[in-house]
């Protein structure tokens, strides 16, 4: 097992920069450039067969062996678990998302979100940045994601619908003002430890934690631990290829304990390059094409992750919206108008829609007034009844401490 690096781990913060920065440049993203997704991300869970002799590595020299990585041809089998702590979508009654038959189209922001819950297994390849194939293994059906050049193919088994569109990620960063909205799905260990890797700061401690087999392969274990107190967030634990600096598995714990919140990770993987017919795809016949022409307005939505440390913030940047504290504890606040949450007897609310927020929310009170608090195991938010917003992946209490202290 190799030596602990936990000594070196605070001076290394700091430096640790230049490596995250350099980071993005070993990313092979699975997912289809240019498509949407509303879930924080996905969870395979991995078994690990022993704990292999490697030589001694500090968390800057793996930083750097990431970033270093010049690996763009991959495939194999990854498994997802994802543990968020909601209640299941039955709950939502006629607002779950519908899928097979029922649904609209092929289209994957829809689809991708199940992941959000629940174990999953995807079939996953890529060549280089242009071409990459994610599948979503079920009992009786297959849903595909497939990116070729400037086509992308999204293709639904068990209804027969496939969704169609030429958009490059060129070509819709053109669209947003040279930015590429969410250009892929984080669905490897690689891109969700890019985003807690890339804003590293004295908040975190980083170190080598041993190290482990991964699918079949020898792995450093890189551990992301906060500082602070307060967090929803225990650690974060990336095992590294020792051989290409791949990412193979990402685990996140909740500091309740328990089972992972997302646990991601290939249970096979080759670094060979993938057959050029991995990426061909043609509807069948008698599928239901639909045809996205880039015109559709994006939707601006609400995502968990905007509030998550490590590079997953991004609700700061909205308007009216100022983050309080920093790194691990920081929290988003924002005024609604006075709108608090619609009451189940007001005509505005009500119904599935409105169990399903109760099933998620505390109410609570303070110097602040009343409100509600909703939880997840990863982030949580507080709605007061006077339309003020506090949302962060912290505590409960940490949130009506904000609150009472009026920021």
């Known amino acids: 097992m190799a030596p602990n690096d936990s000594a070196q781990a605070t001076d290394e913060a700091r430096d640790l920069g230049a490596g995250r920065r350099k980071a993005a440049r070993y990313l092979v ?39 270093a990585s010049d690996t763009q041809q991959l495939s194999g089998t990854m498994k997802i678990s994802t543990d968020l702590g909601l209640p299941g979508l039955g709950s939502l009654g006629s607002f779950a998302p519908r899928s097979g038959g029922s649904g609209k189209s092929a289209a994957p ?19 280089g940045p242009d071409r990459q194939k994610v599948s979503i293994l079920e009992d009786a059906a297959e849903y595909s994601l497939i990116h070729n050049g400037k086509d992308v193919w ?31 799905v984080p669905t490897t260990p690689k891109a969700l430890a890019d985003q807690f890797l890339k804003n590293v700061d004295p908040t975190t401690a980083v170190s080598v934690d041993g190290t482990a087999q991964v699918a079949g ?27 290409t600096g791949v990412p193979l598995k990402f685990t996140l714990a909740s500091s309740e304990g328990g089972k992972a919140v997302v646990d991601v990770g290939f249970t096979k993987v080759d670094f060979s390059k993938p057959s050029a017919d991995t990426f061909a795809f043609s509807p069948p016949k008698g599928a239901k094409v639909t045809e996205d022409d880039g015109k559709q307005k994006q939707k601006q939505t609400f995502k968990p992750e905007q509030s998550l440390p490590g590079g997953l913030g991004g609700l700061g940047d909205a308007k009216n919206t100022k983050v309080i504290g920093k790194g691990w504890t920081s929290i988003a606040t924002f005024d609604t108008g006075g709108k608090g949450l619609p009451k189940a007897d007001s005509g505005k609310g009500g119904g599935d829609a409105q169990k399903f927020l109760d099933s998620l929310g505390d109410k609570v009170s303070g110097k602040f007034g009343s409100g509600t608090v909703f939880k997840t195991r990863l982030v949580n938010a507080l709605i007061t009844d006077n339309g003020k917003v506090y949302v962060g992946a912290v505590t409960k209490d940490a949130l009506v401490a904000a609150a009472n202290a009026g920021q």
């Not at 997704?37 to 020299?61: E, F, H, N, R, W």
């Not at 639904?156 to 250009?183: F, L, M």
């Not at 392969?217 to 590294?240: E, F, H």
């Open 109 to 127: 922001d829809a689809k991708l979100t199940e992941l959000a819950s629940g174990t999953h297994t995807l079939r996953v390849a890529a060549d």
């Open 154 to 184: 999204a293709y639904d088994s068990g209804s027969n619908q496939a969704y169609h569109s030429q958009r490059s990620a060129a070509d819709a960063a053109k669209e947003h003002g040279g930015k590429t909205p969410d250009a892929g």
């Open 217 to 243: 392969r020898d792995a450093y274990q890189l551990l992301i631990k906060p500082k602070q107190s307060g967090s929803t967030i225990d650690s974060v634990r990336v095992a590294v290829d020792a051989k």
């Open 29 to 67: 993203p699975v997912a289809v450039a240019g498509v949407a997704a509303a879930t924080i991300g996905l969870v395979p869970a991995l078994a690990a067969a022993g704990d292999p002799s490697l030589p001694k590595i500090s968390a800057q020299q793996l930083i750097e062996k990431m970033a």
